[in-house]
């Protein structure tokens, strides 16, 4: 909060007017600003006169909504142009001979909206019952009934099946075998790679050649699900960001530990796709999530589809796998498409979306959005509800804002030849959702009410660019053009609270502080920029540690209180950096992944030419080219740490501890940004040792709550090391769990008191645990059980009827997080939520607490490798912040530059703003952020507070 400084240019001058940046953006302007001079009327006979590509059929204007449901529009008529649209009622009695599309009944309304279906459950790995201890599963001899017959049912009534799914870590008991306790305490599959290899080659060979017959014959197939971790350090390298035998602690893979048991662990992820291509001609789909937001996910998937596909392009060509043809007679990939599941709430990110289907795209493969629910943020949990009223009125008109922006932007990537981006070979093929009607899998993310029911969201489906415009809002998002340094850099926004284009500018090296203001800012007739931030608030730049300018601009008044039209950019302001990543399983040496960001689009690099080897690893092939990458922009490349480049001023290429990426101490706190939230010196049971905040629930006891988790970690000097999980063996890498780090976004409380004009920030962690939304970190809410002693419950998702699923706005009070100014030598500062409502104002810090202790792993779960913890954090009623625990903020990140070859500094000049103001004073700690002692002394005492807990457990 206190890290931006805000111009506030509502009294200000306005922005210079910009010529309109496409043909719809002057439309909003109109339409709203002629304010209440037109009629109903009125309006639609000013959008006949609007440019063709503005009159939409099938008006989603209220007043204009068929009451027969028999004119109610087909979303599969609707899309037939653009993409797939499908459902997961996969059920025979839903395509008998006797049903009759229309809106009466399931079969009706499967029938009459969807030409494409997915089993959610029917084909998972433990629909083949006993494993391989049965040659004889269901499927393979009851031709008529279960499976069989639901998708021959389909396919008679012309319905595309996907099948859903060859591998996967969960439901999928036999395959691998399931995990037992071995002789030296580990918890693994006793599958080693012979035996897996063989397994699966079998699975994949009898499931999709059985399949891949008629009457009974798949479309497409995900051959693998969710392979991926969350948040991945290094997505370049796609093998280390791949769920091991034991990483992530939450679902990791037992084909992946099967596999490295003699083999590579990766090698799977190849072998189940190769299979796959030679015993079905379905599409063959990766599918994963959480990969809408988190662009490291999104990079790591594409890295791994690229690498597939070329290498299957030259093993067939050579004559090792069968090519199967595409219907203008070109080889087909081995992976034809990505999919992303869109398990999502309203908080949805759609310009990160928007990204991560460029990234897909760029790979060549199609699109499919896989798993749609976009639930409103109830704060409830699954199957309950509120009742119908106001408050959900509100909730389902915001939810058809936003799926109307959502197919708005699919069209425009759509495969079909509606679809407008001729420039991507591929498109977005499929959309389904995972449900149709409420409250569905994910509670109330649908666009149906119940059969017969049409919501908001439906409408809003059915003609999303009219339904837009109808609320006032622009019909393609908002496009802004931004001048620097004699350039003009142009981006767009689909717009809203949740909404941010992201865009990095290079800026010179002899560059100190970016001077930029709203001069620089153009936008569409009826926009105006409303704020700018600076972080850091002089707008100072150090290599490796860029300036961030967020501009908010507003539109016209939208029509409806649901709606909110305003347009966010973050600009990025950076000098040139190269940051090395680790990546011992997957390049030879001397090569290294590097990230070049801030491009000046001049400095060559000499980029190796790869080729990877039986044992999956990459080699230089002897060919190499010098190239820069386009200025402005990013890339990771393969590079010779050793190689000479040609250096401008005060920046390093070759590797060094600088330039190494690392967990590294943070003294600001950035957009968008992964972090972990570490304490300094916890006690274990009397041994100090670091901490981390942890999402995993630790168990309510007499003394605290229900709450968070803490994991020991390592500080030398400036620098986090994680621990490895004790449950795995010496051979597994200690990595960062996914559930160690969290994501900071930038929020307003709807708290009113001394914090109400600050901005805070939410923190989301990225697992996969029981459910795929992001796990925002909030308080208990004093319901019953959920607060001890003035200490609530800190959680991310509750199971237990006593809290939501997901925090909603109403009640960000509990989830927005203020922190006191970070000391900018040691990195400390305390967190802490306000609250102000119904007369009670109070603080809630962030407390570590002793007491209390997760399990080491699920003991009826064969895929939990979780590891044991004692202690962990409560968010505790407080008279001031100053009552919580001291914490630091570690990111992954490099060293800021020095210049004229003076030794690097943790510390890059800062001018630290004044202090909030608050009506309490903030003393500063400045105890040090490292121990005294020495690294191996630091490891004991981690491993000593583990097997602590182990004791505690015996």
Known sequence: MHLTSNVDLREGAQAPAAEPVNENAPIVGITRGIGNMFSRLDFKRLLISLPTGLVIANAALAADRPANPADWPALKDVYKNYFLIGSTNLDARNFGSDVVPGENSVAAMTLKHFNAVTPSNALKPDFWNGGMSNPTPNFLTNLTSGINADISAANARGVKVTGHVLLWHNQSAQWPAPNVLTSTGGWETPWDYATAKTALEHYVRTVAGHF????FKTYAWDVVNEAFKDNPDNPADWRNALRTGYSPEERPSRWAQAYSKGGKSWDYMYDAFYYARQNTTAILNYNDFNDNERASKATAIAAMAK???????AESASGRGRILLDAKGNARPLIDVIGTQGHWDMRLNLDAFERTIK????????????ELDLAPALGLDKGQRIQNGPEMDALFKEQGIQYAKLFSLLKEYAAGPGGRHPEYKGGVHRVTWWGMTDPGYHTNGYPWSAVGQPKEAYWATTNPEQYLIDA?????GVTATFSYGGESFKTRTWGGKNAQAMLDINVPVETKNVVFSAANVSLPSGFAVENMKFNPPDCAVVPGKPCHVTVTARGPAPATASAENTATFVLSFGKMTVGWMDAA?????PLSYAEVRFSDGVTPFKQYKTSYGSDGMARASGVTETKAVPKHGRSTLVLSPQDPVANPFGLRLHKHAATEKAWRLATR?????????VSGESDFNGQKQAAALTNRSKPATTASPESLSRTPVILRGDILLPLANLNAPASEPALAQDNLKFVFEEAKSPASGPYAAEE???????IHGTNAYPHVVFRGNGANGTVVAGRHSLITRQTNGQEGSQIADRALDQAVWFNTPIDPKTGEMKMFLYTDKDGAKQHHVLKEVGDGETPNRDAG???SQRQASVGGFVAMQAESPMEGTSVKLYAYDIEPYASNNEPPTTTPPTTEPPPPVMPIAFPFSRRGGSFDTGDLALALAGLAALAFARRRRS
């Open 212 to 215: 891949d017959r008629e009457p």
């Open 307 to 313: 690498e597939f596909n070329e290498r299957y392009a």
């Open 359 to 370: 990234t897909y795209l760029e790979t060549g493969a199609n699109v499919d959005l896989t």
């Open 472 to 476: 006032g809002l622009p019909p393609n």
């Open 585 to 589: 399983n997957a390049l030879a040496a």
């Open 669 to 677: 706190i950035e957009p968008g940004r992964t972090y972990m939230v």
């Open 760 to 766: 805070g920030h939410t923190m989301q962690s990225f």
């Open 861 to 863: 779960n064969a895929i």
